[in-house]
Structures are given as C-alpha cells and as structure tokens.
C-alpha cells in the first residue's frame, strides 16, 4: 500500500507527503471548545463596554492571524494537490490518497472557518474588528467579510457535498488506505470528522435552493472530475480571493532566477541565516513587517559531513536549507528554499565547534510539525524563526529576546533579524529588493534598511 501513494507519480508522492504533514498541523492547532468558551467570554466583556481594551484586542487579532495562517497553509496545500489530481475518470481509485488528503484538507478548513464564523458572525463588534486593516501586520480591510463570503457560498456547499457522497461511497476502499502509515493519520482523521459531515449536509438539505443546484451539478459530472474539480475549485476561489492584488501579474516569474541562486552559493557557509519574501504570498498579510520567512542554510553535503551533520540526504542536490513551512520542520534542497522574490542573508559571529553546535541543535528538531499557534514556549512544533531562535539562543554570546503577542511567546522574523543585528550578526547579502543580481556588504545592508522602511 505504501506505493500507493507513489505510485502515480514522483509528483504525487511529494505532494501527499506534504499534503498532510500540513493538514495534521493545522488539526492539532485548531482551538478546543474551551477556547471558543473563553474567547466567547472575552467577546462578552467588549460587548458589554461596546469596545475591546488594548490587551483584547491584541489577543483576538494575534488568534485571528492564526487562523489567517492556518487557512493559508490548507488553501495552499488543495492548490499544490490539485497540480498532481488530474481530472479525468481514468485510475482515479489510485488517486484515492491524493483524494483522502485533500478531503481531510477541505474539512478542516470547513472546521477552522466554522470556529471564526460562530465566534464573530453574529457579533457586530468582533466582526468589524477583525475587518480592521492592520498596517503592522500587513492585514488589509474586510478580510472577515471576505472568509464569511467565501466559507458561505453555495457553490462552496455544493462541491464539498460532492465530495462528501464520494467520500461515503468510496468509504471502504478510503478505510483500507490506513495500511499505509503513512496514510493511517488522515483516514483517522476523516473518520472523525464524520459526525460534522453529516451536519454538514443536514444543514445544507435545508437549502432546497442550493441542494436543487447541487443535484443538477451532480448529475452533470463523472465522479472523480465532478469531486476534484469540485474541491480545487473552491479553493481556487478562496485564493483569487485572498492574493494580494497586483502583487504579481498572471505567470510573471519569481524575482530570484537560478542565475541568481547559482551566484549567491559562491558567498554562503553554512549557519547563514536567509530570510525571505514572496511577494504575493498570502502569509504576507499576518506576518508583521516586509520580511515574513527564515530559513537556515546548512550547506552542501561535504559541508555538512565536516561539521558533524549526518543527513540522509538525496545526493542529487547540492545545497541545503532546514526550513519550517506548512508541511513541518525539514531539510529542503536550495532550489525549493529560494523560489522567492526577495532575501536577505545574515551571518553569524560564530565559528568551528559553536557553529557545529547551533546547526545540530537546529536539525535535532527536523520533522516536527509546524507551530500555527506561533507559541515558542514549548518546541514541540516549530515556526520558521523559531528554527533560528532554538539552534543559536545561548550560544556565545547570542541571546534573543521572546515578545508578548496576544498572550503567547514568539518572535517574528523582523524581531528576529533586529535581534541577530544587535548581538553580532551581519548583514551580507540581498537579492530582488530592486536592480539585478546580488548586493554585497554595504550596499546589502543600506537595501536591507530601505525594505523596512
């Protein structure tokens, strides 16, 4: 079974490895019935004052940006499955685990919008509030208005019943996924989640206007088309919706070319810290500041192998990053890690044994989960920065300095970087912050100075 989920294609694989490293995140950080009851507590406070007091406010917008996060990481997640999908009848019974982990994706996001839509729909306050523009964390206007929307569509209803009938009708041969280890987290998962299916569709029989649509749909398309098609394009929907508008025209490339990602690794050691931006990216609207990302460079595998690093590394890359995204804390090869359109690279004052240190300290947590409740007081799961902040903190002389952010520990990549700066870091290299190819030295660090400003 485990070649199932290969089977189809290398492509394929990657994806659904990816897929529900990303879902099972996003799971395990949604909030319990105890958070709606405290949040519904706070929300009845500002309600009853008819405004929220500084700290409140602080606490439900760092929840709501969260949310924003997990949302983007699930909407991403159904946008890269559907790149492997296909959409023809052929073979779908073996795309069932790409069908499984993009399902379970569906789901909880119709969980995580549903906790936001009970919490502020029917309150007039929390709802305005979170339609605020943020102008630090880079969130615009009415972005509740936007998910409340989207989350509420008919045809957003109508194809997540088609594929809730699929996943019934296909019940068994979904169940017998779970053989795959790998697979066995999202089989339990969907499993779960099937009493808030039936809700679902109970709650959409009501709709005799939208179910009629539905029935019509339905009777229109094959199976697998009408089912992948169907969950794709909702989320399609919802990321038109949420990009950035002209960020990035249709098709345009990253700024980062390979020219440039092949001149840049003349100038690298490992223990480089990168922090990066895509300039469309849908993280840059709760992530505060013009830089959102870290990343750390480890090197190439001789690097690596003189400093003590053991990696089980795929000896057709050359260059490595551990990184933390969606799908977990992993060792990427540089060629993912600078699809970018923007970096700036920071370098340590640590040498030799220090240097080893902090990067093995760094890799003892690959594979963990990523944090989307951006708490970094336990190192059970990790945000990108906090990669940084574990693998240097207390070697030498290197001290960081965790914030208060609604209640929670953390430190932003901007924090971050002031941070590093101020304990002797230096800045050595930028790229796409304006002109072509790299900027060294001084001139990196007066472009590095401009894009916070």
């Given amino acids: 079974m485990a070649g199932r989920v290969v089977g189809n294609s290398q492509a394929n694989g990657i994806a659904v490895t990816r897929g529900i490293a990303a879902v099972l995140a996003v799971a395990g950080a949604l909030p319990e019935a105890s958070d709606m009851r405290q949040d519904l507590a706070s929300v009845a406070a500002a309600l009853a004052r008819g405004y929220f007091l500084p700290d409140e406010d602080e606490s439900v917008r760092h929840r709501y940006a969260g949310y924003l996060a997990a949302r983007a990481a699930l909407l991403e997640t159904l946008e890269e499955l559907a790149a492997v999908a296909g959409r023809g009848t052929l073979e779908w019974q073996q795309r069932l685990p790409v069908f499984a982990t993009a399902f379970a994706a569906a789901c909880v996001l119709m969980r995580a919008n549903r906790y936001v839509i009970d919490l502020a729909g029917e309150q007039p306050l929390l709802w305005k509030k979170l339609d605020e ?9 009415k972005t509740f208005t936007t998910v409340f929307k989207a989350a509420t569509h008919p045809a957003t209803l109508r194809r997540l019943l088609a594929a809730t009938d699929f996943y019934f009708a296909q019940h068994a041969a979904i169940r017998g996924l779970a053989a795959d280890p790998q697979l066995r987290p999202v089989v339990e998962l969907l499993a779960a989640e099937q009493p808030l299916m039936e809700r679902r569709r109970r709650d959409a029989l009501k709709r005799v206007f939208a179910y009629r649509w539905f029935a019509l749909w339905r009777r229109q398309r094959s199976a697998w088309r009408q089912v ?33 990602r092949v001149a840049v690794v003349e100038y690298l050691q490992p223990g480089d810290v990168f922090v990066t931006r895509h300039e469309d990216a849908l993280s840059n609207w709760f992530l505060p500041g013009f830089w959102p990302h870290t990343a750390l460079y480890l090197g190439s595998r001789e690097e690596c192998l003189r400093l003590g690093l053991e990696l089980p590394l795929d000896v057709g890359h050359r260059h490595w990053f551990l990184e933390a995204k969606k799908d977990g804390v992993r060792v990427r090869p540089l060629g993912e890690t600078l699809q970018v359109d923007a970096f700036c690279v920071l370098r340590s004052p640590l040498a030799g044994a220090d240097l080893a240190m902090a990067l093995k300290r760094a890799l003892g947590h690959a594979g963990k989960p990523y944090d989307f409740l951006f708490d970094f007081r336990s190192a059970d799961c990790l945000a990108c920065s906090e990669v940084v902040y574990r693998g240097f903190h207390g070697i030498g002389a290197l001290r960081f ?32 912050l304006g002109g072509e190819g790299l900027r060294l030295g001084s001139a990196a660090a007066a472009a590095y100075t401009a894009s916070r400003e």
């Fill in 133 to 141: 523009a943020d102008v630090v964390a880079g969130i615009p206007r």
């Fill in 228 to 260: 992948m098609f169907g969950i794709f394009e909702v989320s399609g929907r919802a990321i038109s919706e949420l990009r950035q508008p002209g960020a990035r025209s249709g098709g345009a490339p990253k700024r980062i070319t390979d020219a440039i």
């Fill in 401 to 432: 300095q965790l914030q208060e952010v609604g209640g929670r520990l953390c430190l932003p990549t901007e924090a971050l970087v002031a941070q590093a700066l101020a304990c002797g870091f230096q800045i050595l290299i930028t790229a796409g």
